[in-house]
Structures are given as C-alpha cells and as structure tokens.
C-alpha cells in the first residue's frame, strides 16, 4: 500500500489566492483527518470525515478554509484566500473505523504551505 | 476540553542515554493515549499505545505506562541511538459517541542524540 498521499509537497503562493491541498486516504479507511502543524500552536485538528460525510469541523480556523470528501478515496482542503498566517505544515491522515478510537491514524507527509 | 501537556525541548542527550519524556492529560471519560514520533521532513507514526488504566505500551525499546491516578504516560527508553532524533508527540483520543471523536495533540518533544 502507498499509503496515505498528499499533493503538492510544498506550495507557495501569494496573499490572496485560492489553495488547494489535496489527499488521498489508505484504500478501505474510513476516517479522514485534516490537521495543520505550526511551531507556535503545534498540531491542531481541523476536521475529520467519517464515509466522507463532515464529523467535526469545529477546528476549521475561519470560513476561508473549506474541506470536502467526494469520495472515499479524495479529500480537498481549500484556502481562499489565503493568508500570510496559513503558513504551515497541513497533514492528511487516515484510519479504520473498526476497533473504535484504538487505531492508530496513518499520516500522510503533509504539504508545506507557505504565503507571501 | 481535553489536553495533553509534554515536558518543552528541545531534549539532546548522548547516545545511549536514558529518555523520558513527560507527559499528563486532562479528559473526561476514559481515553486512550498514544505517542507518535515525527521524523524530519515525514509525517506522524504512531510509536506505542495503550487503551485502559495500567497498560504498557512498547515498541522499539519505547514504553509508556498509562496511569490514571496521576492522569500521565510518560515516554521512556532506556538507550537512545543517534537514529532516535526526532519529534514525539502525545496525544489522547476519547470517543464521545455517533462516530465522534475527541482528538487531542501535544505540543511535541524534540529529541537530539549526539553521537
């Protein structure tokens, strides 16, 4: 398995433009995490879905951030517009529902965002 | 709301040193604890975990112990190798019903190992 993938690696972009992130879960999970990594706040959920369907979105920072799950096997995080303070490291995991909060998330390589 | 607090780093020891990484909790309910270890440029593995009161989880030659009473679990290991450098996070996860989840991260540990 690929495991979790997670495109583009590194994105810049400047002050008021659309971001996009992109993720691909482990095929056969049903859970996927959105969470943004910054050496001052740490790592910060921002929203999961459970069979694509919105569970919590309450770490969601602003209404410029949006997440959708078309499928089972893609989820997109949207910035717009962005700003210089979304600068960060975003992280897509996934995991099995089956076992409940036991099982461990897989973690995808994150996308570096930087904004100018 | 839930919290997980670890002992700030950045931590550099010696090869072969012992390490522990402090960290408690603050949650209602029973949840389980995790460490993640984050290696540079990578995303979170999952290190150890454990579910219930007095479990050890290990792995690696990393324990943790989850202890209740004092609401920590504590990351240990015995003699660090210079392969060990990274960042640990601990973390705990309650269920809180309907397929919701309480998730909650620490603020991470760096480890340095020098040879």
């Known amino acids: 398995d690929a495991g979790v993938i997670q495109s583009p690696r590194h994105e810049v972009t400047e002050m008021g433009q659309e971001v996009t992130l992109r993720c691909k879960p482990i095929?056969?999970?049903?859970?996927l995490f959105w969470y943004r990594q910054t050496m001052m706040r740490g790592l910060e959920l921002l929203i999961y879905f459970n069979n694509n369907v919105p569970i919590d979105d309450s770490g969601m920072p602003e209404d410029r951030f949006s997440a959708k799950m078309p499928n089972a096997s893609f989820s997109t995080l949207k910035i717009q517009p962005s700003e210089p303070r979304d600068s960060a490291v975003y992280f897509c995991a996934s995991s099995l529902a089956r076992g409940g909060p036991y099982n461990e998330q897989f973690f995808g390589p994150g996308t570096r965002l930087t904004v100018l | 709301g839930d919290s997980v607090t670890q002992m700030e780093g950045p931590v550099t020891l010696s090869e072969e040193a012992f390490l522990t990484i402090n960290c408690t909790y603050t949650?209602?309910?029973?949840?389980?604890l995790f460490w993640y270890v984050q290696y540079p440029g990578e995303g979170l593995q999952l290190l150890l975990k454990?579910?219930?009161?007095?479990d050890k989880g290990s792995n690696k030659g990393f324990e943790a112990t989850y202890r209740k009473e004092t609401t920590s679990f504590h990351l240990e290991k015995g003699s660090v190798q210079v392969s060990d450098s990274a960042v640990y996070f601990c973390a705990l996860r309650r269920y809180s019903g309907a397929g919701s989840y309480q998730l909650t991260f620490g603020k991470g540990t760096k480890l340095s190992v020098i040879p």
């Open positions: 095929s056969g999970h049903d859970y």
């Open positions: 454990a579910t219930k009161a007095d």
């Open positions: 949650a209602t309910g029973y949840p389980s």
